[in-house]
């Protein structure tokens, strides 16, 4: 019997990316625009998509500059596919994003993991408690976590609720169960992507 096929193993590709002034609630503007852009990418499962991070405007929303970033989490099989994105202009939501160098990096075996938002399929904060441990049971997952702020995104048939989540104390095995597979529905849209947190 062979060894796990590494090219399934999922890694970060972080892009440049610059243009005007994006809305708070972009996934999904962004996910279509990527998706059209790179059909390949709705033929994925695995793929995630972080929101775009870039400097806040307050209520005005968010404006890119040299320092932000669209992070994709992918099989490493589908780098040399992803590099084709750079130089491509998208249409977010009536922005023009222009996608500019890759980096990659692999996964690291951090003790302590954040995501901004998990998607909850129930309709409380308990609920959420409940699914959350079902689902780290299913990863062999056993870290402490702590629930954060309740947030709401638009998604394809309507809004999608979720809440930030932190888990500590991970074992190196568990850390990088838990970034390969994440947690939850709409990963497309940035739910369930956990990151390093110091």
Same mark, same amino acid.
């Given at each position: 019997?062979?060894?796990?096929?590494?090219?399934?193993?999922?890694?970060?590709?972080?892009?440049?990316?610059?243009?005007?002034r994006l809305e708070r609630d972009h996934s999904l503007a962004l996910w279509q625009a990527l998706a059209a852009a790179a059909?390949?990418?709705?033929e994925e499962?695995? &793929? %995630?998509v972080q929101p775009i991070?870039?400097?806040? =405007? +307050?209520?005005? #929303?968010l404006v890119l500059g040299r320092h932000s970033r669209l992070l994709l989490r992918l099989p490493e099989a589908r780098v040399a596919a992803a590099l084709a994105l750079c130089g491509t202009r998208l249409d977010v939501g009536g922005t023009a994003v222009t996608i500019g160098l890759a980096k990659t990096r692999p996964l690291a075996p951090h003790r302590t993991l954040y995501?901004?938002?998990?998607?909850?399929?129930?309709?409380?904060?308990?609920?959420? &408690? %409940?699914?959350?441990?079902?689902?780290?049971?299913? =990863? +062999?997952?056993? #870290?402490?976590?702590?629930?954060?702020r309740r947030s709401v995104t638009r998604g394809p048939s309507g809004a999608l609720a979720g809440y930030s989540l932190m888990l500590a104390e991970l074992s190196p095995q568990e850390s990088l169960a838990l970034q390969a597979a994440g947690l939850g529905a709409h990963r497309r849209l940035g739910?369930?992507?956990?990151?390093?947190?110091?």
């Amino acid at each position: 019997m062979g060894g796990p096929d590494a090219t399934l193993t999922p890694l970060d590709m972080a892009f440049a990316v610059s243009g005007g002034r994006l809305e708070r609630d972009h996934s999904l503007a962004l996910w279509q625009a990527l998706a059209a852009a790179a059909p390949w990418l709705a033929e994925e499962e695995t &793929v %995630a998509v972080q929101p775009i991070r870039a400097a806040s =405007l +307050g209520a005005e #929303g968010l404006v890119l500059g040299r320092h932000s970033r669209l992070l994709l989490r992918l099989p490493e099989a589908r780098v040399a596919a992803a590099l084709a994105l750079c130089g491509t202009r998208l249409d977010v939501g009536g922005t023009a994003v222009t996608i500019g160098l890759a980096k990659t990096r692999p996964l690291a075996p951090h003790r302590t993991l954040y995501a901004h938002r998990v998607a909850a399929a129930g309709a409380d904060e308990a609920a959420f &408690v %409940a699914q959350v441990r079902r689902e780290l049971g299913a =990863l +062999g997952v056993r #870290g402490d976590f702590v629930v954060g702020r309740r947030s709401v995104t638009r998604g394809p048939s309507g809004a999608l609720a979720g809440y930030s989540l932190m888990l500590a104390e991970l074992s190196p095995q568990e850390s990088l169960a838990l970034q390969a597979a994440g947690l939850g529905a709409h990963r497309r849209l940035g739910f369930g992507v956990f990151v390093g947190h110091k």
